[in-house]
């Protein structure tokens, strides 16, 4: 073995929890991108089959009723593409979990930064001393080059490795990228997996860069001159973010890299998240650039609030944090980028529920739904099951998409509508007839048309023009064996009309939904004893609308869980840097630890000193990543509406501000416990020593 393989690896079993932090954060970034990427190639590989699911084939139209859309004023109507409107949030979605598995990418890269930066910075005096043995520079500097060789490649290694077990777990959890399907079965993609991996590993290359110049230009005189002599020309470690920016380099080539096959499927829809990978890039650089000032100016003012503990230790970390917050920069901004992230989804995730809710009282909270598999009616003995002061409405069964029309008898939706007591229901009602028609309010957005426009419907049985006499989601909805998005598009039409549908949708009595007219409006209804007499069949499906409402809400869950995780994996990465700035904090001030020790203060005080340090990271950490999510978050939803049927609308419960800051403070007060043990248990003799 060569001198200088010798020296690094000599040097990184000396610093063997750096290295560690440094190995974990090359390895889980990598594998979290791997897993997803895996995740993602394999759920286009289960849907590929289908027009509703594969963007890629063509919608069928062959298989449903013709719509020609009108406008009343003679001008030709401006369409949705079905294609774009049946994938776009699908695929905006897809894009969205590959853009936020980067975010683990990012933090590991930070560790590895911040890391090799202190290390050589603790080392400059060795440094110097080989140099003035005879050394060059540029040997000196190419240790440390092998030392990041040998941590990309092991976390670049154990990144590929542990993406396998990870993928596995993740699609028996039921999570894939879409959350319309389970995998049953997993084919790694090597070639795009051994590509990340060695992305992420070329990041501890990029990592030792601006250190590896430093110890090129290093004036050897000036760093073998005494401690006590340097005074004010001394340079704290992690001051200068100089050359951190590198990181962006491996960082967009992924982006590339993961997005260059959604770029070319679905352009527009992913302006949304290219907004919202663009916030999170100025993010970054405002950590870089701004975080280390940040923590000085508003980490004494919070410390000073907030902080709790023995006076000495409190007052040590107050003075530590005025005079070196920059040292800490690195941690809060970790935090910050994780938790703003954390923030941003949830504050989406809370808007799309809301969605479903106002949805639910528009079409489902004061009704039950009894509808068959498709292929068959409803038998007569469950219809004559139902009690007879429930009113029941019944439709026939839709066509198939991306065309969905249903019939409905007049006369049936004008006593269904009278009976739910809404006078916006009964007045549409009472305009509906043969030559009318109703639209969802997707299914008008798609088609282009508002109320007075026309709508002519054919097949090889007829063709009818109809007059768009509303655009309601009040009237019509029936829980169907579909996606969310798609059972909320459809048309319904009268009774007289379903022969033109006959060739494609079962007759009238295919479904049913049920009101109760003794209750008022929003009354809370119990359909449990009216639907279980009605499960007498394993293809008829009762189902109360409360109860499908929360099933949306469940799914909308589970949708997102593939980002609690990406973001779970990324706080373990951010606890690892808090832990690893630490310790090396640790090492860097153990001769102040010692003479803290000297000069009274007792093992737990210490203790005490950095676990407070550990709650100023996280405190400071938290405050920027809610006024780093809470604008994360709104942008989001407006570019969620741009590109997306959903009316979401922004709203920011208190307590997720809280949970943000208190989460961030746990998760650095759980990474301080081992720094901390490992400060009250340094010896103060050796750390006062005289160099």
């Known amino acids: 073995m060569s001198l200088g393989g010798f020296l690094a690896k000599k040097n990184l079993l000396a610093d063997r929890f750096a290295t560690a932090c440094m190995v974990l954060g090359v390895a889980l970034g990598t594998a979290t991108v791997n897993t997803v990427l895996a995740l993602d190639v394999n759920t286009r590989r289960n849907e590929a089959d289908s027009f509703i699911t594969n963007p890629d084939i063509a919608p069928d139209f062959g298989t449903t009723v013709m ?22 949030d699908y695929q905006v979605m897809r ?17 590895v930064f911040f890391s090799l930066a202190v290390v050589v910075e603790r080392r400059r005096r060795e440094v110097a001393l080989l140099r003035s043995l005879g050394a060059t520079s540029r ?16 976390g670049g290694v154990l990144g590929l490795l542990a993406a396998i077990p990870m993928t596995g777990i993740a699609a028996i959890a039921g999570i894939t990228t879409t959350g319309r399907s389970r995998l049953v079965s997993i084919d790694f993609p090597w070639r795009e997996m051994l590509a990340v991996s060695a992305v992420g590993g070329l990041t501890a290359l990029f990592g030792v860069l601006p250190p590896a110049r430093k110890i090129l230009r290093m004036n050897v005189p000036d760093t073998l001159r005494p401690r006590f ?50 916030l999170v890039v100025i993010g970054l650089l405002a950590l ?29 970390s107050l003075a530590r944090i005025r005079h070196q917050g920059h040292e800490l920069a690195w941690s809060v901004g970790g935090v910050m980028l994780v938790f703003a992230l954390l923030l941003s989804l949830h504050i989406s995730t809370h808007a799309l529920k809301g969605e479903v809710r106002r949805f639910a009282e528009i079409a489902l909270a004061d009704y039950a739904f009894v509808r068959s598999d498709g292929e068959r009616l409803i038998p007569r003995d469950v219809v ?101 998005r798609n059972s909320k598009t ?101 001769r102040e630890i010692g ?52 009316e979401v609308e922004f709203e920011l419960p208190i307590h997720y501000a809280l949970l943000t800051i208190a989460g961030a403070v746990a998760v650095a007060l759980m990474a301080a416990l081992y720094p901390a043990r490992q400060a009250a248990s340094a010896r103060s003799a050796e750390s006062v020593h005289y160099e």
């Open 67 to 88: 719509l020609g859309p009108e406008r009343s004023s003679g001008q030709p109507p401006v369409t949705e593409d079905v294609r774009e409107e049946t994938h776009e």
């Open 95 to 111: 894009s969205a979990i590959r853009l936020g598995s980067l975010s683990a990418f990012l933090v590991g890269a930070l560790i």
């Open 139 to 154: 040997q000196v500097a190419l240790v440390f080059v092998r030392e990041a060789v040998i941590v990309g490649v092991l």
């Open 229 to 278: 002599l340097e005074g004010e020309r001394a340079r704290a470690f992690g001051r200068s973010t100089s050359g951190v920016t590198l990181v962006v380099v491996p960082f967009l080539m992924l982006v590339y890299g993961l997005m260059r096959p959604l770029f070319r499927e679905i352009l527009p829809s992913l302006a949304f998240f290219l907004l919202e990978s663009a």
């Open 288 to 316: 870089l650039l701004l975080v280390p000032d940040l923590t000085r100016v508003l980490g004494g003012a919070l410390g000073r609030v907030f902080l709790r503990g023995p006076a000495a230790a409190r007052l040590l």
């Open 384 to 484: 004559a099951a139902i009690p007879r002061e429930i009113v029941v409405l019944p439709y026939s069964g839709r066509t198939p998409f991306p065309n969905p029309v249903s019939a409905v008898a007049a006369g049936d939706l004008r006593t269904f509508a009278r009976a739910t007591q809404r006078p916006e229901l009964i007045e549409i009602a009472e305009r509906f007839g043969p030559d009318s028609v109703i639209l969802s309010t997707l299914m008008a957005r798609r088609l282009g048309l508002g109320s007075g426009d026309r709508l002519s419907i054919s097949s090889q049985t007829g063709a009818r023009t109809l007059t768009v006499t509303a655009v309601t989601d009040a009237i019509g909805f029936v829980p169907m064996f579909n996606t969310y």
């Open 490 to 590: 459809y048309a319904i039409v009268e009774a007289a009309v379903y022969p033109v549908l006959a060739p494609f949708a079962q007759p009238i009595g295919a479904a049913l939904v049920l009101a109760d007219p003794r209750l008022a409006p929003g009354a809370p209804r119990d359909w449990g004893p009216v639907l279980r007499p009605l499960r007498k069949y394993h293809w008829v499906y009762p189902e109360a609308g409360r109860g499908y409402e929360r099933v949306r809400l469940r799914e909308t869950d589970r949708d997102f869980l593939i980002f609690d995780v990406i973001l779970a994996l990324t706080s373990v990465l951010a606890a690892v840097g808090i832990a690893n700035q630490l310790v090396l904090a640790v090492h860097a001030r153990r």
């Open 595 to 646: 003479l803290l020790r000297v000069l009274g203060m007792t093992a737990d005080q210490i203790r005490k000193m950095l676990l407070l340090e550990g709650a100023f990271v996280g405190l400071l950490g938290g405050t920027l990543a809610v006024l780093l999510g809470v604008p994360l978050g709104f942008g989001s939803l407006a570019a969620l509406k741009l590109v997306s049927a959903f």
